[in-house]
Each structure stands twice: as C-alpha cells, then as structure tokens.
C-alpha cells in the first residue's frame, strides 16, 4: 500500500544537509588525497563511520543480527555501496577535478533506471526514460571528451567513476532485491563488515604508523568519515522514513552543482562552459526520465 508523504520542514531541512554532505564530499576527498591513498583514504572512511554507526545503533537499544545470511548480505551490500565506489572515486580524483567527479556522479540514477528494468519489477524502460539516458549520456560524453581527443589522457579516471556510479546502481538495485534488516543496523553491519575487510589490506600495504599526513588532509580525512559517511547514512534512512524514497531523489539534481561549486569557489578549480553545458544535460535527462507516460 502506498504511503502518502508530506516531507515537513524539517524533511526539507535534513535533504538540504545531505546535499551539502554528500556535494562537499568529493572536495574533502581531494584535500584528502594530499596526503592519503586513495585505500588509506576508503579504509578510514568505513572505519570511523563502524564505529559511530555501531554506537549509534546500541544507544537506540538495536542489535546486531546473528544469522550468517544477514551478514552475507551486509558484506555485498559493503563492497558494491561502500568499497569498490569509495575505492574508484579515489583513485580517480587523483587525476580529475572534485567538481568534474561530481557531475560524472550524477549519472548514477540514469544507471540505477536502466539496471531496474532488467532487475526490478515494474520499472521498465519508456521512450521519456530512453530519452533522458541519453541526454545524460551526452552529457558525460562532453565532459569526457577533451581526454578523449586531449593529450594529458585522464579518460581511464572518468570512466573509474563512472564505473563508481554503475556499482551504486547495482547496490540500489540490491538493496530492494534482498532480505532487508532495521536500516541502521544494517548500515552498521555493512561498515563493520567493510572495515574487516579493507582495513588489514590498507595497514598492509601503506604501514600508516610510518608515514606523515598534513593537517588539512587528517581533518578532511577524518570528516569524510564522520560526515558525508556516518553521520548522512543515519539522515538519510531518517528521511527516507518520513517523507519517502521519491522525495530523496530530488537530490540528484543539486550534489553535481554543490560538488562542481565548491571545487570552484574552495579549491580553485576551473569552470568550463562545456562542463556547465553537460551539468545541464545529465539533470534535464533524469528530469525526463522521472516523466509519466500517459495512456
């Protein structure tokens, strides 16, 4: 049965703080990266969020499930929505500009629309939905480009995060296919699971007791794991409980404008018309694909 949701002020309120969470992310991951790897960078990220998630979690008197399939599940849902995303955008914000990451992050729900009309029923693709993508499509092209025909070939970056948009597509797609847990708990156990498995990997290879890291890039480190990772996962699941899952996708058409900004004004980065011109595209084609097909 489908609920009818009023989002209050406050819902409005929480989606414009996730916005500014998740928009400012990709800046906060190129001060980042100054100092840290791209799997130190991923590492802290799910460690810090674990452990405030998992706090967060007994406070509220919730508990972690025993059963191993629910832990089968948080550990998919930790490398499609966590690991192997955070993993590809770091890696390629070596190479790329935050704000540009931003807008090439803006395709994941033209990705997610096409993946639901093979996984998911009664999401079938129409000739709006069709169109969109390929607007979109278009739009990523433009901002691909001048590594296409450029010299300086930072295209294997653009694609890592588009790949990165395409792994948060199949995790949406897998978290309405799969058994589904108390969303807090299952954001913890998810973060947890990911810690286990990234972290030793992370100590391992950059021996992080041996190296020093700036100011700037430990706060920046330190944020990313507190903000646009734990602290907006506990908003999110707020927010989609009390004015609904469509109401959250509004923010599809800001986090590109907030990322692509905030590289400009506070890092310094280049705004480029072309770059306007397929910001424009990519949120005009998940405008239309969110069109009614009337008769």
Known sequence: MPHNYT????????????????????????????????????????????????????????????????????????????????????????????????????????????????????????????????????????????????????????????????????NAILVRRLPSYNPVVTAAGVMIISSIVIVPFWLWQDLPWQQSYSLNASLSMLWLGIGPTAFATILLFAVVGTAGPTFLSYINYVIPLVAYFTGALLLGEAIEWQSLGAMLLIILGIALTRKRVVG
Not at 11 to 18: G, Q
Not at 126 to 143: A, Q, S
Not at 158 to 166: E, M, S
């Open 7 to 170: 989002p209050t002020v406050k819902d409005w309120l929480s989606l414009l703080l996730l916005i500014l969470l998740w928009g400012t992310s990709f800046m906060f991951t190129a001060v980042s990266l100054q100092s840290f790897t791209p799997v130190a960078i991923v590492s802290l990220r799910v460690l810090i969020a674990a452990v405030i998630l998992t706090l967060f979690m007994y406070t509220k008197g919730w508990r972690l499930p025993l059963e191993p399939l629910a832990w089968a599940v948080f550990l998919l849902l930790g490398v499609m929505g966590n690991l192997l995303p955070f993993l590809l955008i770091s890696t390629g914000q070596k190479d790329i500009s935050s704000g540009i990451t931003g807008l090439l992050m803006a395709f994941m729900p033209l990705a997610t629309m096409i993946l639901a009309h093979y996984f998911v029923l009664g999401e079938s693709l129409n000739r709006f939905k069709i169109f969109g993508f390929l607007l979109g499509i278009t739009g990523v092209v433009i901002v691909l480009w001048p590594s296409l025909v450029g010299a300086h070939s930072n295209l294997l970056s653009g694609l890592l995060i588009l790949l990165a948009t395409f792994s948060y597509a199949i």
